[in-house]
RNA sequence: GCACUUGUAGCUCAGCUGGAUAGAGCGCUGCCCUCCGAAGGCAGAGGUCGAAGGUUCGAAUCCUUCCGAGUGCGCCA
């Protein structure tokens, strides 16, 4: 979008040139501190074409573009510095981020293309970790940022919803008669199931016949067995229920959701596909893929398929699933947001899915992120404080719901505090955005690769680079535009550089989200939205001191005009919040 | 040992495919609300970009080596 402003200018840089005018935006990037420019072009590589040096070339060109009209150019040795009136730059973006304002973040890069997005994949009967809020909004962001990138986009959550936990659980649940009714009227369906597993753990423990049981209803579910069956279905329903409160929090949803139980059946095919190809070996009783073997030496250990006994690994789960999913959505690419820790088992998985000459094995995207890492002052004994996975003081999980609602009471008490005429439901409503906003942010502001280093005081602090900050933007935009009639203004009014400054950061936006996708990165759209952010709060608060500087000004022609930059910029911002996964109150 | 990730201001991090004096938030100093929302803004102090070589007109960014941190490396997922 920014093209908008640059095209003229382009245009004669190629003309002048002979290169063509999508290399030159390539090099097109923001001038150093300190020089007065909105842009500014380095002319070695251009010069180097032409085979002059780079400051004549600098200097021909800025004669040319000035003379033209078309930019104040100045060339700055062999650079070319370009700045451009705010009216003429308004008068090139405002018509079409003021007919759509979601336009500044949406492309249509991806249009036509399937993506199939595997992400937050929670285990049945567990709860969802703190730590889960990765993979989850992550997955989450990534899906929406496609989709506006154009993309069809199938949500997909792998529940682990297989294993020999189901044998423990159904063995306790039978040894202790428990029925469905005392399951649903528990607080809290995962807790229960939780505490009843390792009730049973422990009753096995010393006693053979117990232990051998829950091998027994292990065998029973694995058989098809219906009762077994039955009370899996059970445990799952109650786990997922569980599982869609915080979803509910969380503002995310699924279009599958296919657990490891459904691919079961789906495994012997696959295996005797890598069989029949000679792919497979054994090795210490096991079945492998020997990638070394095959020629990929950057393998130093096979893959594992199925263990001694006969039991199938997760990496046949996955290439069982990868089938399933690209007849059923034929997808261009598909994520697995899944943390760093497990980039080996993609690796080798996506390689024998090569061996395999499946159609979609270049199409196969490992999402890796870094852990989550929570600051603790108490270690105990002889510890000193430090980072550690998401534990309490007390050594236990901490819980992805415990930590939202601690956000959603710290936003309600500075909403009390801060704004005391927002009361009962709206206030209820803003604390849940502001609280959740708080966390998911502080999840996705930086690059996923990093460690995430989390403190209750700093994360939910709602100064400074946060969710918060973005809201609040966006919520003075609105009570702006609450306060004034709907009208529309003429661009060429917009003559503040604070103003320039806002729609060059709107303009940037849809590059922005179109590395975003190419990246599998959320937090491009996070800093780019922290930077709209920042233009809009410095534009606005020069009104605090300079009347003639408000939206709401003086003369009603520049007033419609800037009421419709912030509109446009409310917009963006809303839409850019909505991206991430967070909601942007009105007001708060 | 091998692999992956990572090392930029006191702390937490940006820095687009290499480009001109390395940026932001927090913390610290000092300012700005009879207010279009101070959950904000303005200004200041603070950095041999882990180290050493190399490629290049130009390196925080690319290559090599080394050092530090984290994680993973067979029958869990």
């Given at each position: 979008m920014l093209d908008l402003v640059t095209a003229p200018v382009l245009a004669l840089i190629a003309n002048h040139t002979g290169l063509p005018a999508a290399d030159l935006a390539r090099l097109l990037g923001s001038p150093a501190k300190g020089v007065a420019a909105d842009l500014a072009l380095?002319?070695?590589?251009?010069?180097?074409?032409?085979?002059?040096?780079?400051?004549?070339?600098?200097?021909?060109?800025?004669?040319?573009?000035?003379?033209?009209?078309?930019?104040?150019?100045?060339?700055?040795?062999?650079?070319?510095?370009?700045?451009?009136?705010?009216?003429?730059?308004?008068?090139?973006?405002?018509?079409?981020?003021?007919?759509?304002?979601?336009?500044?973040?949406?492309?249509?890069?991806?249009?036509?293309?399937?993506?199939?997005?595997?992400?937050?994949?929670?285990?049945?009967?567990?709860?969802?970790?703190?730590?889960?809020?990765?993979?989850?909004?992550?997955?989450?962001?990534?899906?929406?940022?496609?989709?506006?990138?154009?993309?069809?986009?199938?949500?997909?959550?792998?529940?682990?919803?297989?294993?020999?936990?189901?044998?423990?659980?159904?063995?306790?649940?039978?040894?202790?008669?428990?029925?469905?009714?005392?399951?649903?009227?528990?607080?809290?369906?995962?807790?229960?199931?939780?505490?009843?597993?390792?009730?049973?753990?422990?009753?096995?423990?010393?006693?053979?016949?117990?232990?051998?049981?829950?091998?027994?209803?292990?065998?029973?579910?694995?058989?098809?067995?219906?009762?077994?069956?039955?009370?899996?279905?059970?445990?799952?329903?109650?786990?997922?229920?569980?599982?869609?409160?915080?979803?509910?929090?969380?503002?995310?949803?699924?279009?599958?959701?296919?657990?490891?139980?459904?691919?079961?059946?789906?495994?012997?095919?696959?295996?005797?596909?890598?069989?029949?190809?000679?792919?497979?070996?054994?090795?210490?009783?096991?079945?492998?893929?020997?990638?070394?073997?095959?020629?990929?030496?950057?393998?130093?250990?096979?893959?594992?398929?199925?263990?001694?006994?006969?039991?199938?690994?997760?990496?046949?789960?996955?290439?069982?699933a990868a089938d399933d999913r690209f007849r059923e959505f034929a997808f261009d690419r598909a994520l697995y947001v899944v943390d760093l820790g497990q980039s080996l088992h993609f690796n080798e998985w996506f390689a024998a899915a090569k061996l395999l000459n499946r159609p979609y094995a270049d199409r196969l995207r490992h999402i890796g992120f870094g852990v989550l890492l929570v600051w603790n002052d108490e270690p105990g004994e002889g510890l000193e404080p430090g980072w550690a996975k998401g534990r309490t003081r007390a050594g236990k999980v901490m819980l992805l719901r415990e930590v939202l609602e601690e956000g959603i009471d710290r936003a309600r008490a500075i909403i009390a505090e801060k704004n005391p005429d927002l009361v009962g439901d709206e206030r209820e409503a803003i604390a849940r955005a502001v609280g959740v906003g708080a966390v998911v942010f502080n999840d996705l502001k930086n690059a996923r690769t990093n460690d995430v280093k989390f403190k209750f005081e700093e994360a939910l602090r709602f100064d400074g680079e946060t969710g918060p900050y973005l809201q609040y933007a966006h919520a003075r935009l609105c009570s702006i535009e609450r306060k004034s009639a709907g009208v529309s203004g003429d661009p060429a009014l917009l003559a503040r550089d604070d103003e320039k400054v806002v729609l060059l950061a709107l303009a940037r936006l849809q590059g922005q989200l179109e590395r975003a996708v190419e990246a599998d990165e959320p937090s491009i759209v996070a800093q780019a939205l922290l930077a709209l952010a920042a233009a809009v709060s410095s534009w606005l608060t020069a009104g605090n001191r300079d009347p003639s500087a408000k939206v709401i000004c003086d003369d009603p022609a520049v007033a419609a005009a800037r009421l419709t930059l912030v509109r446009a910029a409310r917009g963006a911002l809303g839409e850019g919040l909505c991206l991430l996964g967070l909601t942007a109150p009105e007001r708060m």
């Amino acid at each position: 979008m920014l093209d908008l402003v640059t095209a003229p200018v382009l245009a004669l840089i190629a003309n002048h040139t002979g290169l063509p005018a999508a290399d030159l935006a390539r090099l097109l990037g923001s001038p150093a501190k300190g020089v007065a420019a909105d842009l500014a072009l380095p002319c070695f590589q251009p010069a180097k074409a032409k085979a002059l040096p780079p400051p004549k070339l600098a200097a021909e060109l800025a004669a040319a573009i000035n003379a033209a009209g078309l930019a104040q150019a100045v060339a700055a040795g062999p650079f070319l510095n370009l700045t451009f009136p705010p009216a003429q730059v308004a008068t090139a973006l405002l018509p079409a981020l003021a007919a759509d304002p979601a336009a500044a973040l949406r492309s249509r890069a991806g249009s036509g293309r399937n993506a199939a997005i595997d992400f937050s994949s929670p285990n049945i009967a567990k709860h969802l970790a703190f730590h889960h809020i990765r993979s989850t909004m992550i997955g989450n962001s990534l899906a929406r940022i496609y989709a506006a990138a154009g993309w069809k986009v199938t949500r997909i959550n792998f529940l682990g919803d297989w294993g020999t936990a189901f044998g423990r659980l159904i063995s306790g649940w039978k040894r202790e008669g428990l029925t469905l009714a005392q399951l649903e009227g528990a607080a809290d369906r995962v807790t229960f199931l939780n505490e009843l597993y390792v009730r049973s753990s422990q009753a096995a423990k010393g006693d053979p016949a117990l232990e051998e049981d829950a091998r027994r209803w292990s065998k029973a579910l694995e058989d098809g067995d219906a009762e077994a069956r039955h009370l899996w279905q059970i445990f799952k329903d109650a786990s997922l229920a569980e599982f869609k409160r915080v979803y509910a929090l969380l503002g995310v949803d699924f279009d599958s959701w296919k657990g490891e139980a459904h691919y079961e059946d789906k495994m012997a095919p696959v295996l005797a596909e890598l069989e029949g190809k000679g792919l497979t070996s054994i090795d210490q009783g096991a079945t492998v893929v020997d990638l070394a073997a095959h020629g990929l030496k950057q393998f130093k250990k096979p893959m594992l398929l199925k263990r001694a006994d006969g039991g199938t690994l997760y990496a046949t789960r996955d290439l069982a699933a990868a089938d399933d999913r690209f007849r059923e959505f034929a997808f261009d690419r598909a994520l697995y947001v899944v943390d760093l820790g497990q980039s080996l088992h993609f690796n080798e998985w996506f390689a024998a899915a090569k061996l395999l000459n499946r159609p979609y094995a270049d199409r196969l995207r490992h999402i890796g992120f870094g852990v989550l890492l929570v600051w603790n002052d108490e270690p105990g004994e002889g510890l000193e404080p430090g980072w550690a996975k998401g534990r309490t003081r007390a050594g236990k999980v901490m819980l992805l719901r415990e930590v939202l609602e601690e956000g959603i009471d710290r936003a309600r008490a500075i909403i009390a505090e801060k704004n005391p005429d927002l009361v009962g439901d709206e206030r209820e409503a803003i604390a849940r955005a502001v609280g959740v906003g708080a966390v998911v942010f502080n999840d996705l502001k930086n690059a996923r690769t990093n460690d995430v280093k989390f403190k209750f005081e700093e994360a939910l602090r709602f100064d400074g680079e946060t969710g918060p900050y973005l809201q609040y933007a966006h919520a003075r935009l609105c009570s702006i535009e609450r306060k004034s009639a709907g009208v529309s203004g003429d661009p060429a009014l917009l003559a503040r550089d604070d103003e320039k400054v806002v729609l060059l950061a709107l303009a940037r936006l849809q590059g922005q989200l179109e590395r975003a996708v190419e990246a599998d990165e959320p937090s491009i759209v996070a800093q780019a939205l922290l930077a709209l952010a920042a233009a809009v709060s410095s534009w606005l608060t020069a009104g605090n001191r300079d009347p003639s500087a408000k939206v709401i000004c003086d003369d009603p022609a520049v007033a419609a005009a800037r009421l419709t930059l912030v509109r446009a910029a409310r917009g963006a911002l809303g839409e850019g919040l909505c991206l991430l996964g967070l909601t942007a109150p009105e007001r708060m």
